[in-house]
């Protein structure tokens, strides 16, 4: 008896290492040939369910299947959290027979490129690229996001429903891709109110909601009445401390998130607007180029406003929150990027801009 | 830039630490009574986990935020079976178990969340429901001390009210005895009368409630949703404050107080502009300095004894 109930505490320790393995991509029943007129595509990504950048990411393979229907079969794999696993993932997905394989961003777009370097056959497709030498290959297509305007677009709003001349930003990881988007924000801020203040911080993961709350709610104690969180999960905590204070709004990032709060009318009721990155899209726009052949593989392309790539989600909650001057002057700062009269500062580009500004922004 | 330095100076400065430590008190309080009696609790953060979803699901599915609550305690008290059937009467390893337990919650609550919500992110497509805040009535007029105790979360005023009631336990009543005697020598224990087991299934059950009620803490109130993985080591920041203590529940509950204001004090210096890895790493830090503190004091104990 004894013995089978430890043989049952050692399955409770195997099973939640299956549970880790599983995430770490099954490529099980698509190993068959691709000589047939179907093309396969892979995407891969750490998982899905974040309700922001990951799930936009997914979205895009629901718009290749819409666009081609039977011409293309398409393929979730997730690889899991854990690094080691990224490259293995990468490299079972490359032995099954996919033609195309979308993955990418900064943090696992190495476990990628070294997989491509080994296949030359399969292209690839980087959907949101950050080292440009390293994507370099002759198989490899890599896209980029103007975050730098989506920061922009949300800081203009930001400064625009601003009352007390406060604003924040709460980032998740203090990494150069998150200050690209923060340093938009203020340069978009100041446009609209050069003597505006906004505060800026950084939660340290992307998962602490609790943490983002603490510290949303320390920058309304500041007078911050326009939070803006750029922190995947955690940001759900800037929603939260906005709920408690009225009067105060927040914005989302990556989706919009006024749709993903649906089961939450009050945390909803605090999102204003969202900064899209429209990364489904891309991957549309990126897979087409491919299966048209008119891809430029080895080099990279930034895709801004003005490809649609990134924006402000407009939807109904938002044009009722916003008066008519509200959105003209919403309107007439951010044509000024389409017209070119307006070029965005990039963090990327120009490391320590984002330092500056900071600087300019919090007297 | 002085108006942060002055806020550590203010009475909403004192209410910010209690609404941050009070997580860390339930996972302390959840370690401490489980290693008082002579089991190793280390699925606090796990059952934290359980409790934070189950609370949010539950009160989501009846429409009730108290049943919520009693499906956290249930589940709590369910976890906590499982770990004291492993290890006392499986007599498998306390700390392997633990362990199990913990990769288990952080994997399995993922899971759920995705059968429950098509989500594996956050509940927010659930209509959980939320603990009401307090305001006592009279304290809350009463100038400064109003500030900083009236106003908060109801589980505040639980996990104050546990505090008394472990305390007294402990220090007050025979069972508590029994526990320390169960931690400091079972076969002594034993060979005076005291039902080890019994002692120890009923401490690890309370130790399982209180990490469960830490988790419902952050999901029901704190925050209104449930997010992945949204106890961020909290349960090991409290498993930390009980071995700085020793045995000593008020040593205890100053370390997690400690905890509690380096975690609000990285809160407002997050907003100067300071190098932000460095910031994060004061709460940290503490611990260290704690744990250094605790050993030079055995080691001059050690020496005088010798």
Known sequence: ?363 | MNNIIASFFSASFLFIVIRVGIPLLFASMSAYVASLSGILNIAVEGIMIFGALFGVYFSALSHSAWIGLLGVIVIGTVCSLILAFFTMKMKADAAMSGIALNLFASDISIWLLLIWTGSKGTSASLPSKVLPTINIPIIKDIPILGQIISGHYFLTYVCIALAIFVYILVYKTPFGMHMKACGLDADAALSVGIKVNKVRLISIILSGILAALGGAYLSMGYMPIFSNNMTASRGWIGIAANAVGQGNFLIVILATFVFAIAQGIVNNLALMQLPSELINTIPYLCVMIGLIILSVRNYQKARKNK
């Open chain 1, 1 to 363: 008896m004894k013995k089978v109930l430890s043989l049952l505490l050692v399955l409770v320790l195997a099973l939640s290492l299956v549970a880790c393995d599983n995430k770490s991509g099954s490529t099980s029943g698509t190993t068959d040939g691709g000589d047939s007129d179907v093309t396969k595509i892979a995407l891969l990504l750490p998982y899905i369910g974040d309700q922001s950048y990951f799930d936009v990411t997914y979205q895009g393979l629901s718009l290749l299947k819409e666009k081609y229907g039977d011409a293309v079969e398409v393929k979730l794999i997730e690889m899991g959290t854990d690094a080691a696993g990224w490259e293995t993932a990468n490299r079972q997905a490359a032995e099954a027979g996919y033609d195309i394989i979308i993955s990418g961003n900064f943090e696992y777009e190495a476990a990628m490129l070294a997989v491509a370097k080994d296949y030359p056959d399969i292209k690839y497709l980087n959907f949101d690229y950050s080292d440009a030498e390293a994507n370099s290959l002759p198989n490899v297509y890599a896209v980029s996001y103007a975050c730098n305007e989506l920061g922009y677009l949300t800081g203009v709003v930001a400064a625009i429903k601003s009352k007390s001349g406060v604003i924040g930003a709460v980032g998740g990881m203090d990494l150069n891709g998150i200050r690209q988007f923060i340093a938009g924000y203020f340069q978009g801020a100041m446009a609209v109110n050069p003597d505006i203040k906004v505060l800026s911080s950084f939660v340290g993961d992307f998962s602490d909601a609790n943490k983002a709350k603490e510290i949303s709610l320390n920058m309304i104690a500041q007078g911050a009445d326009v939070i803006w969180g750029v922190a995947g999960g955690a940001g759900n905590g800037v929603f939260a401390a906005a709920a408690e204070n009225p009067g105060v709004w927040a914005i989302g990032v990556d989706t919009d998130q006024y749709v993903t709060m649906a089961g939450q009318p009050e945390l909803q009721a605090t999102i204003l607007t969202s900064g899209m990155k429209n990364c489904d899209k891309a991957i549309l726009a990126g897979v087409t180029a491919i299966m048209e052949g008119t891809a430029p593989y080895g080099t990279q392309e930034f895709l801004t406003y003005k490809d649609g790539a990134v924006g402000l989600a407009e939807n109904d909650y938002y044009k009722a929150n916003m008066t008519e001057e509200e959105l003209a002057l919403v309107e007439e700062y951010t044509s000024k990027i389409l017209t070119g009269e307006v070029s965005v500062v990039d963090e990327l580009v120009t490391p320590g801009v984002y330092e500056e500004l900071l600087a300019e922004v919090s007297d």
